[in-house]
């Protein structure tokens, strides 16, 4: 039986799981009555009167790439000039610049790279843990695992031991725009499958890395594809919950980003409007993951701000250096500061709170002090 539009809110905001069918059907409705139920659930599954950010940096090794999907413009091949491999003592600058800011996490991606070994990798995890005992590494998207595993030629299980004996605390979400198989072949064919993706993810989840659930949209996939992504990642978070007692951290998504990539005028990308109705709905779907955050790199500042009446509890993290989406869209937004974050949950009501890489509030930053206007002083001889 298909609920009226008023049934199927008063089935969401009650909290009750919501079928595939009527999670499509949200799309539907006027974003206004989405959003709403959207806020409402998450002052009931968070702190209401918070929002957390994490302060971290973005460390990518190298920019080298073989998967060549369409949608980047970060990769480069070994041949280009402007290709790189960070060196460990470069890596351990980025993490001291971050050390001095009050850092707490890395996390580090790059392209995959068939000229590096084994060895590269867990050197430079035991260089990260023996010269920054307390940063936490959060390293290696599932793409990049499952070139380990084939390069390597170790079983997954083999593979995530030796990384976590050598430092690892958990991997990224990336890699997973949308959990469709259709559509990540027409967007990138060499790219990972979802059930590898998902595969890659549960093992981590078993051995207690930290991992987080993710989604782009903007590919020109349906409001089905997104409404099956969005719930291939509840039974996923629900079977590692049963299993294992813990599952991703969080949710964040954002924006196909095509300016620079070989997707410009292929891909719709996705508007301001369709992100604040995809993170609404992801609230509402997403009954087990209670942190969901904006996205200040892809949407900018304002949208962030406006996505904290969305569903949407965090603002991400302040990042230091961000080089894929930035170049993917042709902008220069490749960082945030402390004040700029907390300003935005400032400005928007809420009280702005620090977190660890788990969501947990640390500290609560001074927001009288950071956002006291700063008065010029007057040149010399002026009355």
């Known amino acids: ?16 799981r919501l079928d ?7 799309y ?50 070994a041949r280009q000039k402007d290709s790189y491999v960070l060196d460990y003592e470069q890596i351990s600058h980025k993490i001291r610049e971050l050390e001095a800011v009050g850092g707490s996490r890395i996390l580090m991606q790059g392209g995959v790279n ?20 307390t940063i936490r590494i959060e390293a290696f998207s599932p793409e990049e695992v499952l070139f380990m595993e084939k ?7 083999t593979l995530l031991d030796t990384l976590i004996q050598a430092g690892l605390d958990g991997l990224p979400g990336a890699g997973g725009e949308i959990l ?17 993706w998902f ?10 890395l930290y991992t987080i659930s993710t989604m782009v949209i903007g590919f020109g996939e349906s409001h089905a594809q997104r409404a099956s992504h969005l719930l291939k990642i509840r039974d996923q978070q629900d079977r590692s919950l049963q299993l294992y007692g813990h599952g991703f951290a969080g949710f964040a998504m954002w924006t196909l980003q095509t300016e620079h990539t070989r997707l410009h005028g292929k891909a719709p990308g996705a508007s301001a409007h369709e992100y604040l109705q995809q993170l609404a709905i992801a609230r509402i779907a997403l009954d087990n993951q209670p942190n969901i955050q904006a996205s200040w790199p892809a949407q900018g500042f304002k949208v962030a701000q406006a996505a904290l009446y969305y569903g949407a509890s965090d603002l ?12 993917a869209a042709g902008h220069d937004r490749h960082n945030a500061t402390v004040r700029e974050l907390v300003r935005i949950a400032a400005d928007a009501g809420f009280r702005p709170m620090i977190r660890n890489s788990f969501f947990q509030p640390i500290a609560r930053p001074d927001v009288e002090a950071l956002l006291r206007p700063v008065h010029q002083e007057q040149p010399v001889g002026a009355d």
Do not use: W
């Open 316 to 327: 991400g993290s302040t990042m230091l250096e961000e080089n894929v989406v930035s170049a």
């Open 199 to 208: 595969r890659i993810l549960d093992a981590a989840q078993r051995k207690g």
């Open 1 to 16: 039986m298909t609920l009226s539009a008023s049934s199927l809110l008063d089935k969401a905001a009650r909290g009750e």
């Open 151 to 157: 390069a390597f030629g170790l079983d997954l299980d």
């Open 180 to 196: 469709e198989d259709e559509v990540r072949a027409n967007a990138a064919p060499a790219r990972i499958r979802s059930h590898d």
């Open 28 to 77: 539907s409705l006027p974003l206004p009555d989405v959003a709403a139920v959207a806020h409402e659930l998450r002052l009931a599954r968070t702190d209401p009167e918070v929002v957390t950010f994490l302060i971290d940096r973005n460390i990518n090794y190298t920019n080298i790439c073989n998967v060549g999907c369409n949608f980047c413009a970060f990769y480069r091949t």
């Open 114 to 133: 068939p000229q590096l070994g084994l060895e590269y990798y867990t050197g430079l995890l035991q260089h990260i843990k023996r010269h920054h005992p």
């Open 20 to 26: 595939h069918s009527e999670v499509t059907a949200l």
